[in-house]
């Protein structure tokens, strides 16, 4: 256990962190600011990943690929909530998930129709095809390329969100949307604008985690109940606590996969220590939220009311 | 009451099959997993049973076959459901197929109780290979586990001394490493089991190199080891650090792999190189026909027609006699695809595994399993022991 192998587990910690990051920041606002429940937001993820999937076979550019799958997410958001999540804003939270989760099962229907049933498979564009050395160990250098672009996305939010005319409503909105919309502000507008601009994020994750994992319908499923442990944990309708909460995530999980069945191993049997240890650390995260939701129920970085 | 019952079906299960054989039309019925993500692998095993009926003119020993396929959609529920259709409503005489080993359990005792034989070319429970073995159950494939005591016993002879394993975390994981360490005796440098719903296997690879393995073991079947294989790539260890695998690199994954994988090493009783005519024949057919190559679960599903043609024959279209199909049966009297092959007393096959490397399919944009020397002769499975039939 010496630090350099500590030091690259963190960072795959931290790589899976900003992917969770890219996922929790649309979902807390649309929790927070529109006090929505959005289940279907990892469909947007799924729906990025075949986008960029399909562009990156068809033009062999991963750029494209980005774009195709950020606006096609985007797109595809936009007129989800103008035609069906409208109708169900002024309902209770229950209606809400009915809805979404009935939003899930036909993505993933309309993703088995189109790209069929079992996954297909994204290559990382060309230059990110290697392993760089840190330290004496080998580390995969697209996992670097996401690491940046979620940082990328991080401080871009950062901006939006404390500089510019958009992230003060929506800061303001996080606080009390009824006195925006009294000052005479678009609400509809700026809800369809975050939506978007949430989609817009799930797909961009979904591109990036493409070329690592398979893509597949109801790929979306499994992550989305991790993201939404994220935003319990940062506090709800906080962009910064989206950040740190999927970072401490991130870590947490890949740390305590990797390190508990070896610290279980100093007071038990290694076969025990084995199972025991991968049992636990799957239920990690849970046990971290539900601390957290018994010492600070409003979040570690809640919005400020 | 019950075994009153089941006496009397029986009897009339007979009397049915007596009355229409003799050469009367044979009803197969083929099970298999035809949807969802285990459908690449029915699909496989279906076109490969059909191909020497369909080259015999809809005939399997002289006598016309009808095979009815039913799709059992990777749920034991619904295989259980098709199997009382096929027994029920079309009265066959034979079920063929059964991909997965959940869909084979909720079947088995239901058919074998009617009286009707399970020619099984995939899912090969080991149960049913030791105490629950059957006169009428007969599987052309393997057990799982030998495939992981081929890759003990050839890393052991290839003098690997520090080997580090990879599974998920679930039955077949477990039952493969049990098989491998059977014949892997050498202590390991490490035995990793990830989440079955664990998808990135980054944080394990790092753990992995770290502890400076010179060769790995990892088992991780259908879309698991795409991703295994594609980070493994990604991680640079290909090349690096030998890669022996147990069904992660079979030639339903390989489409998807491509050059990800070669090099990568598989054990199987079967490859599409081996070197006899029957399996020439097959390979080629079965290419020109469907246009890829067939798969070692297409091939077990291509012998266990061959056997079905070979048995008929001997029985003169009788299936009305069951000790005479039997004994039929058991004398596997074929040319199988895997070269040698004959049934042990629980009816599993006694066969050769073989090593396999990944390589480029000649110059052909595929890729394909290269076979590089015998890794168990004759093996037989560790569960024939518990099996009561002679």
């Known amino acids: 256990m010496t630090w350099s192998l500590f030091f690259v587990q963190a960072l795959n910690g931290l790589q899976y962190g900003v992917l ?37 076979s068809a033009s062999g550019s991963f750029v494209l690929a980005g774009v195709a799958a950020v606006t096609g997410a985007l797109v595809i958001g936009v007129a989800i909530e103008r035609t069906t999540l409208i109708a169900f804003y002024a309902r209770d939270h229950l209606y809400q998930v009915l809805a979404t989760v009935g939003l899930i099962l036909f993505f993933n229907e309309i993703a088995r129709i189109l790209w069929g049933s079992s996954a297909i498979y994204m290559r990382a564009p060309q230059a990110f095809t290697g392993a760089i050395s840190l330290m004496g160990i080998l580390y995969p250098s697209y996992r670097f390329l996401v690491i940046a672009v979620g940082l990328a996305v991080a401080v871009g939010l950062y901006v939006l969100i404390h500089h510019t005319r958009i992230g003060m409503l929506t800061r303001a909105g996080a606080t009390n949307l009824r006195l925006v919309s009294v000052l005479g502000i678009n609400i509809r507008l700026l809800n369809t ?75 038990t049997e290694r076969d025990s220590a084995d199972a025991a240890g991968s049992a636990l650390a799957s239920m990690l995260i849970y046990l971290f939220m539900a601390v957290v939701l018994a010492v600070r129920p409003q979040g570690l970085f809640p919005m400020p009311r | 009451m019950k075994s009153l019952y089941a006496a009397f079906t029986l009897s009339l299960a007979i009397i049915l099959t007596n009355s229409v054989s003799a050469q009367q039309t044979v009803k197969i019925g083929f099970v298999g997993t035809f949807s969802g993500s285990g459908a690449s692998f029915g699909e496989d095993m279906y076109d490969a049973f059909m191909l020497p009926i369909e080259r015999n003119g809809g005939k399997l020993g002289g006598v016309p076959v009808e095979v009815i396929r039913k799709d059992s959609q ?29 869909e084979m359990m909720a079947i088995y005792q239901k058919v074998i109780g009617r009286g009707v034989y399970i020619i099984g070319s995939n899912a090969s429970p080991s149960q049913l290979a030791g105490a629950q073995c059957s006169p009428l159950y007969f599987n052309t494939n393997a057990q799982n586990d030998q495939r992981a005591e081929a890759a003990g016993k050839y890393m052991m002879e290839k003098g690997y001394k520090r080997v580090y394993t990879m599974a998920p975390n679930y039955q077949a994981g477990k039952d ?58 990604q991680a640079g260890l290909a090349g690096a650090i030998p890669l022996i695998t147990g069904s992660t690199v079979d030639l339903l994954t390989l489409p998807a792999l491509k050059e990800d994988a070669i090099g990568v090493v598989h054990f199987a009783p079967w490859g599409p190189d081996l070197d006899n005519p029957q399996n020439k024949r097959f390979v080629s057919e079965f290419d020109a026909k469907h246009k890829r190559l067939p798969s070692e679960y297409a091939a077990s599903a291509y012998d266990s027609a061959l056997l079905l043609d070979s048995a008929i024959t001997r029985v003169k279209g009788n ?25 042990n007393h629980n009816h599993m096959p006694i066969q050769d595994f073989y090593v396999f490397e990944v390589v480029k399919d000649g110059n052909k944009d595929r890729y394909t399993h290269k076979t590089v020397t015998v890794a168990m002769a004759d093996a037989i499975d560790a569960y024939q022991a518990d099996c009561p039939m002679k």
């Open chain 2, 319 to 343: 299936l009305g006699d069951k000790p005479a199909f039997t004994a039929a049966l058991k004398a596997a009297d074929f040319q199988s695809v895997k070269g040698k092959f004959k049934f």
């Open chain 1, 20 to 56: 969770l990051f890219l996922l929790a920041a649309g979902l807390t606002l649309v929790f927070g600011i529109m006090n929505f429940v959005n289940l279907a937001h990892g469909s947007f993820y799924m729906l990025g990943a075949y986008l960029g999937a399909a562009a990156y």
């Open chain 1, 193 to 267: 604008a975050l939506f978007g601009l949430g989609a817009a994020l799930a797909g961009l994750a979904g591109l990036m985690a493409a070329p690592i994992l398979a893509v597949q319908p109801g790929m979306g499923d499994n992550i989305i109940v991790t993201v939404l442990v994220v935003i319990v944990v940062g506090g709800i309708g906080s962009i910064r606590g989206a950040f740190f909460g999927a970072l401490i995530v991130g870590l947490v999980d890949t740390i305590g996969r990797v390190y508990l069945p070896i610290l279980l191993s100093h007071v």
């Open chain 2, 74 to 102: 990777f749920k034991p529920e619904v295989a259980n459901q098709v199997t009382d259709e096929l027994l029920d409503r079309e009265n066959v005489s034979i079920v063929a197929g059964v991909t997965f080993s959940n």
């Open chain 2, 176 to 233: 493969y490493l049990a098989g491998f360490k059977r014949y892997y005796k050498l202590p390991l440098a490490g035995e990793v089991y990830t989440s079955l719903s664990q998808l990135d296997f980054q944080a394990e690879l790092t753990q992995m190199t770290a502890a400076k393995p010179d060769a790995v073991y990892a088992f991780y079947p259908g879309g698991l080891g795409v991703q295994f294989i594609r980070q493994w790539r």
